[in-house]
């Protein structure tokens, strides 16, 4: 209980500092209602995959290499909010050639970043759909990218007020695996003007998030591998990272960085006259069942947040399970 008081008076102290800054206006943009509302779901067709041959160009991200292209046999994830507003797409799909991940989740794409990143990118990842609500956010789309077919994806509607979550199942090493991309409400303080009142707004998006972590444990199958990645929106001391790890998920960059909210911050925003505000609030839980052998953040100025990549081992630990193919 002090440990949730002490997380809630520190995240006042954020959001007063974003206040200063203006970022309430940039996050109620989320929330405007779009001129152009229709319904967003679509299959996309899927085309054959040609093969290349990947650059092994080393980046260094936070002190730690990551190696891209010819590497150790590992099953690689990558998740990224593009950020709805983001004009260099030609610089999106240059960083995600660069990362080779098998399976791309990616959150507040539009139509257009959506064409554009489907037609550069179909011969890396002939598989992909994209999705959305009904229109009305600017920020409600997602884009997944893959490399091999899945079983089945499917869009879960949100449960309050706005943006959902995307649930792939496929395979890995004959082994079933279930991905989730999400998104979770952003904080709104639109016409708040006391710490009360900033407060009381917080609380608001602290029981969207547990309303949205809960649809998401029941959008899948708890016992086998799930991988659970995207935006939250959260603060790691906040609800719906505490959710997962009471329900035995476990935070990749936590398992391989005991100090990750300092070294792997993934959100970051200019304050005027007071440099950067940077934060983690992009996850990637897994289940017990994955082994993370990597986890880096590829910084980018194009967008607000930065790309996340994780390599977890090839070995599910599934067999013996009847899960594996054995």
């Known amino acids: 209980m002090v440990d949730r008081k002490k997380s809630a008076v520190a995240m006042c102290c954020i959001f007063a500092l974003l206040i200063v800054a203006g970022l309430v206006w940039r996050i109620g943009v989320h929330e405007r209602p779009n001129p152009e509302s229709r319904a967003m779901g679509r299959s996309e067709p899927k085309s054959e995959a040609t093969e290349e041959v990947a650059q092994t160009t080393p980046l260094i991200l936070h002190g730690a290499p990551l190696v891209f292209g010819l590497r150790p046999k590992s099953y690689r994830l990558a998740s990224w909010n593009i950020n709805f507003g983001n004009q260099q797409v030609e610089q999106v799909a240059a960083e995600l050639e660069k990362a080779d991940a098998d399976i791309v989740c990616l959150q507040e794409t539009t139509r257009q970043s959506e064409d554009f990143l489907v037609s550069a990118m179909k011969g890396r990842y002939p598989h992909y759909q994209s999705f959305g609500h009904q229109g009305n956010y600017y920020a409600e789309r997602f884009l997944v990218l893959s490399k091999e077919p899945w079983k089945s994806i ?46 009381s707004a917080m609380g608001e998006t602290e029981v969207d998030h547990q309303h949205e972590i809960q649809a998401i444990l029941e959008s899948v199958s708890v016992k086998a591998p799930v991988v659970i990645l995207g935006d939250f929106n959260s603060l790691a001391g906040m609800v719906a990272p505490r959710m997962l790890r009471d329900a035995g998920f476990i935070d990749a960059f936590e398992k391989l960085e005991s100090n990750a909210d300092q070294t792997h911050r993934t959100w970051h925003w200019p304050i005027q006259g007071a440099g950067e505000l940077r934060l983690r609030i992009d996850y990637v839980f897994h289940s017990t069942h994955f082994k993370p052998k990597n986890a880096h953040v590829v910084p980018c100025t194009h967008s607000d947040h930065d790309l996340l990549v994780v390599d977890f081992s090839d070995d599910l630990g599934l067999k013996g399970t009847g899960m594996a193919g054995d």
């Open 154 to 199: 499917r869009y879960v509607p949100p449960v309050r007020r706005f943006f959902g979550s995307v649930v792939m199942e496929t395979e890995f090493n004959e082994a079933p695996v279930q991905i989730v991309s999400v998104h979770l409400a952003p904080f709104t303080a639109n016409g708040v003007q006391s710490l009360a009142g900033l407060y």
